[in-house]
């Protein structure tokens, strides 16, 4: 890419200090490979860069730098300078700055605003962490229904430049009452002394500003949206959420999801910024408290050992059973915690899915028992009934783990807790345990401990 190509080049110019060129070079680029290219300079480095920037463009560029790198910045540039990038960014990255910066700088950066965008900013701030209003923005544009078209056109070019969209407008009673939404196509191709209030279908898909953020990027998904109004209690428009802010909420759930599954503590900070022992911190608690649960399954061995002793073979396949659970149970989980996520499962539901994959558990048991005992029965010095114990026991140990690996996901996501926490590692410890109980308890009936 360009700006990897370059860097090399543009790192000598700084220590010549040709910052003409500079200057002339970063502003033909797109404020996001700026952005990235100051991230990866030395601070000294990319504050002298940003500050050579014009005022418009260092304000983009501010707004694609990660929250670390942002609070860096601020730390080095002077209080004015500082105050006038915040006031310059949108409400809603304005906010997301603010959910990373210490308390006390928040304050400080907030004193310094002009009252308008000082009241803006309270009043976001004044919402709940993850809520919808956190991440709305108050640059929109409203209409009143008794517009004709040529009015709200009039209307729309003298202020709607700097708003956020004006794709989508938003038609607004005397009380701030969100009325309904209406396309800038529709409003073009309507007659010149039509009201907007003829225009208006009345469907109207909004959000309220204490919806939880997901919410929002599920609406959006199911009505293939861009942008959303956000109302207070009483109805009254208080803001819009637009799909590039949508795209930061699912990628972070994403992110948060996954570091689940893999029994890691979500990392609240961009990977190329974490350090060792931050890293470390978040994947310890889960691997200390897998081991402590991995030692039941020793306990059980532990139990069971005198028939180990007595019939060595049976420790030949303790490994492909419990192996074959966990992965059968890591499956199932993960389409399930996939499902819950997108809204693909519905608890109305449950019984439907229970006896589905019920089925599906079935049919892996009796294709994996099978083969099992097939293989197991041609094993040299094998009996029949140590060959009938192993594939039973992997029939047993599938279904079982398929179940556990369906239900589990569910029964967290009922009580309120992430079903990505019912993770693969978590799956495959309880298959282990209770797979290697199976599997003794069989041999323990069938060759008559």
Excluded: C
Aim: aromatic share 10%; hydrophobic share 50%.
């Amino acid at each position: 890419m360009l700006k990897e190509l370059l860097k090399p080049e543009i790192e000598e110019l700084i220590e010549e200090h040709r910052w003409r060129e500079l200057k002339e070079v970063l502003v033909e680029w797109n404020p996001s490979e700026v952005a990235y290219l100051l991230s990866d300079l030395k601070t000294r480095w990319a504050i002298i860069l940003f500050r050579l920037l014009p005022k418009d463009f260092a304000y983009d560029v501010f707004s694609y730098l990660e929250p670390e790198k942002q609070e860096l910045f601020l730390k080095e540039l002077t209080q004015e300078e500082t105050i006038q990038i915040v006031e310059e960014m949108d409400p809603d990255d304005r906010t997301a700055l603010f959910e990373e910066l210490p308390a006390e700088l928040v304050q400080k950066i907030i004193g310094g605003l002009t009252k308008a965008e000082r009241d803006k900013a309270i009043k976001l701030l004044g919402y709940p962490e993850d809520s919808v209003g956190r991440l709305m923005t108050t640059d929109y544009l409203t209409i009143k229904p008794d517009f004709t078209r040529d009015e709200a056109l009039e209307y729309i070019r003298k202020f709607g430049k700097d708003k956020e969209t004006i794709n989508i407008l938003y038609v607004v009673d005397n009380s701030g009452r969100l009325v309904d939404d209406v396309h800038l196509h529709d409003i073009i191709f309507a007659e010149p002394d039509e009201k907007i209030g003829n225009i208006l279908d009345g469907k109207v898909v909004y959000l309220s500003a204490y919806d939880d953020q997901e919410k929002a990027l599920n609406i959006m998904k199911q009505y293939d949206y861009s942008v959303l109004p956000v109302v207070d209690s009483s109805g009254i428009l208080v803001g819009i959420v637009t799909f590039d802010d949508i795209l930061d909420v699912a990628e972070e759930e994403m992110t948060e999801d996954i570091h689940k599954i893999s029994s890691v503590i979500p990392i609240d900070i961009s990977y190329r910024n974490a350090s060792p022992f931050r890293l470390y911190l978040k994947r310890v608690v889960w691997l200390i408290a897998l081991v402590l649960a991995d030692l039941s399954a020793s306990k059980i061995i532990e139990h069971f050992s005198y028939m180990i002793a007595a019939i060595t073979a049976l420790a030949f396949f303790m490994p492909v059973l419990i192996d074959t659970g966990g992965n059968a149970g890591s499956q199932i989980s993960t389409i399930i915690i996939r499902a819950l996520a997108t809204g693909e499962f519905k608890p109305k539901e449950l019984w439907k899915t229970i006896l589905k994959e019920l089925i599906v558990a079935l049919l892996l048991a009796l294709s994996l028992g099978l083969i099992i005992f097939g293989i197991t029965f041609l094993w040299r010095g094998i009996t029949v009934n140590l060959a009938i114990v192993v594939g039973l026991s992997m029939l047993l140990i599938v279904i079982w783990s398929n179940l556990v690996g369906l239900l589990l996901p569910i029964i967290f996501n009922a009580v309120r807790i992430d079903p990505a926490v019912a993770s693969s590692p978590l799956i495959t410890t309880i298959a282990d345990a209770s797979g290697l109980f199976i599997y003794f308890f069989t041999a323990k009936q069938i060759l008559r401990f």
